[in-house]
Structures are given as structure tokens and as C-alpha cells.
Nanobody
Framework: VQLQASGGGLVQPGGSLSLSCVAT?????????????VAWFRQAPGKEREFVAA????????GYSNSVQGRFTTSRDNTKNTVSLQMNSLEPEDTAVYYC??????????????????WGQGTQVTVSS
């Protein structure tokens, strides 16, 4: 699997951004895009990688960290192998490199980076006035 994240940029506090993650290929165990969870993580300078959101493959159940709950929404389009992250009411504390990730397993939900085997290259989000 190869993941390509895009959509980052500079936005003022209170603004919005939408990130996209496009997946190509299957996992090593042969899972196509429609059969694996995709998660978003972020990492700010000097901090550990932090879970942001995840969406399950079949019924698209979502989960969010407390810090973004109610402001961020993730969705997926299995016909386009794409997962999106809509980020509203952005705060300076949201500044980070954002990564999409996928597991080489049928795990439905995890907030642990170690459970994900494939990572996109990251896209920078900067929230500043």
C-alpha cells in the first residue's frame, strides 16, 4: 500500500482545511482499500506522534481524539480509495504534520501508531495569524 496525503497549508485560527489521503495497492496480506481501517495522526515539533481520527472499512464508523472531537470529521470514499479529514475551528495547537496510516491487518480501530504499517509522507498544517 502507498498512501499519499495532501491538502495542508497555512490557515488562520478559526479557519478550516480539508486533507485527503489516496491509497494505492493492497496490503501484504492482500486487503484492498475497502477492507482496512485508515487513521490520521499528527506530530508537532518536539512532540510524539498523536492519534487524531480513524475510520473503519465497512460501515465507516469513526473515532476521534478528545482534542479534535466535534471539530474534525473523517470520511471515506471506497470507490476512489480516498479518506478525507475535514478540520474546522482550527486552533494554533493543531499545527503539526498530519499523516494518514493503514494497518496490514483487519484491526478495526486503534489509536496506537505501532498498530499501523503503512504511512503517508505527511502534510504540514500551520494555524497562525
Amino acid at each position: 500500500v502507498q498512501l499519499q496525503a495532501s491538502g495542508g497549508g497555512l490557515v488562520q485560527p478559526g479557519g478550516s482545511l480539508s486533507l485527503s489521503c489516496v491509497a494505492t495497492g493492497r496490503t501484504k496480506i492482500g486487503l484492498p482499500f475497502a477492507n482496512y481501517t485508515v487513521a490520521w495522526f499528527r506530530q508537532a515539533p518536539g512532540k510524539e506522534r498523536e492519534f487524531v481520527a480513524a475510520i473503519t472499512p465497512s460501515n465507516g464508523q469513526t473515532g476521534y481524539s478528545n482534542s479534535v472531537q466535534g471539530r474534525f470529521t473523517t470520511s471515506r470514499d471506497n470507490t476512489k480509495n480516498t479518506v478525507s479529514l475535514q478540520m474546522n475551528s482550527l486552533e494554533p495547537e493543531d499545527t503539526a504534520v498530519y499523516y494518514c496510516a493503514a494497518p496490514d491487518s483487519r484491526i478495526l480501530f486503534s489509536s496506537r501508531p505501532a498498530d499501523y504499517d503503512y504511512w503517508g509522507q505527511g502534510t504540514q498544517v500551520t494555524v497562525s495569524s
